[in-house]
């Protein structure tokens, strides 16, 4: 299947690689032809990947073409990954500084603020890939190559969207600490962050379905590769939810984003410095507006001949910490390094 996939980036067709959690089968959608196609509506089949920033429209591969892969096992490291670049610490600190200011002084209750970490590489897409797909087991792990984009891996564990004809399910994601710590490590800081992205979740839906037909689960601590998160499951019980409303009043989640989200959304353009691009948007498969199983793009990056691009992010509220929020978004960044 390595030489499938290999004439596939040969010919720069359209095609993207992916592994639901818990799942052993490997899939691909892939394109005969270099159209490109785009969809507002969502009625079509196929695998969207959408931006941070949000479309008018958003890219797909239809799912016309489709086969199961089978890949050996990765070879095991000879080699110790590259380290994670510090350059970028000085700027994001200096974000976080100036987040907390601003919630402090205004109506802006949480921001999450990112950073990218430009490493060198000399692997193949497809052998990281598979490297990924084998640590993390519990993880929507995929491989999206286009000419619109560019090529991306990532490893994500948070839920966006999964949506059937009966119920649509999704989940309130935040807080971090390594694997390993106790409950009590968790603090009142994250805890309330996770709090604002669970309420923030429920009057967005309330926008398109009943509020009585929502329900939420019991918050749980969670483990995604070498961390663990804070998650809230929340179900919505309707018939004729349509995927479009869906994701029209949920994305960007509070848990990439902030809130306000549109006061979050502009202090993010204004101080990050950097385009998020495809980092902390969704993606998945969908199938005519009515079912899909859509992933926040999370512990992701962008791979050129030389080098990957990783991106990681930390939530900010009033008791953030500069320093303790780079030591986050720096394991983020980790959990993919390690394989690299």
């Known amino acids: 299947m390595e030489t499938f996939i290999s004439s596939l980036e040969a010919k720069g067709l359209p095609f993207v690689l992916f592994r639901h959690p818990k799942e052993e089968h490997i899939h691909c959608y892939y394109q005969k032809d270099k159209q490109v196609h ?77 950073a990218p970490f430009s490493v060198p590489n000399t692997r193949d897409a497809v052998s990281i890939f598979t490297s ?70 429920i009057n967005a839906l309330k926008k398109v379905v009943p509020l009585g037909a929502i329900k939420v689960g019991e918050r749980q601590t969670v483990p995604a590769g070498k961390l663990q998160h804070l998650q809230t499951p929340i179900r919505v019980y309707a018939h004729d939810i349509l995927l479009r409303d869906v994701i029209k009043v949920l994305h960007p989640t509070p848990a990439v984003g902030g809130l306000p989200v549109v006061k979050a959304q ?34 992701c990056g962008k791979v050129t001949k030389n080098s990957i691009q990783l991106f990681a992010g930390a939530g900010i509220t009033n008791s953030s910490d500069p320093g303790k929020e780079w030591n986050e978004i720096c394991r983020k960044a980790m959990t993919f390094l390690s394989v690299i």
């Open 266 to 299: 502009a202090f993010i353009r204004e101080y990050e410095g950097y385009d998020r691009e495809f980092y902390a948007g969704f993606l998945g498969v969908f199938k005519q507006n009515k079912s899909a199983k859509l992933f926040v793009n999370l512990r």
């Open 38 to 114: 785009r969809t507002s509506t969502f009625e079509e089949d196929g695998f969207v990947f959408n931006s941070f920033a949000g479309e008018t429209s958003s890219l797909y591969i239809p799912a016309t073409n489709q086969k199961a892969i089978v890949f050996q096992a990765p070879k095991k490291r000879t080699s110790s990954p590259p380290a994670l670049p510090l350059n970028g610490k000085v700027k994001f600190e200096e974000s976080v500084t100036n987040a907390v200011k601003e919630i402090n002084a205004t109506k802006l209750e949480k921001v999450v603020l990112s």
């Open 132 to 201: 990924l797909e084998h640590k993390y087991p519990n993880a929507f792990v995929y491989y999206w190559s286009h000419s619109e984009t560019g090529n991306w891996l990532g490893a994500t564990p948070e839920r966006f969207v999964f949506l059937d004809e009966k119920q649509m399910d999704t989940m309130a994601l935040a807080g971090t600490l390594p694997a390993g710590a106790t409950q009590d490590e968790w603090t009142e800081k994250e805890y309330h962050e996770q709090e604002l992205v669970t309420q923030s979740i």
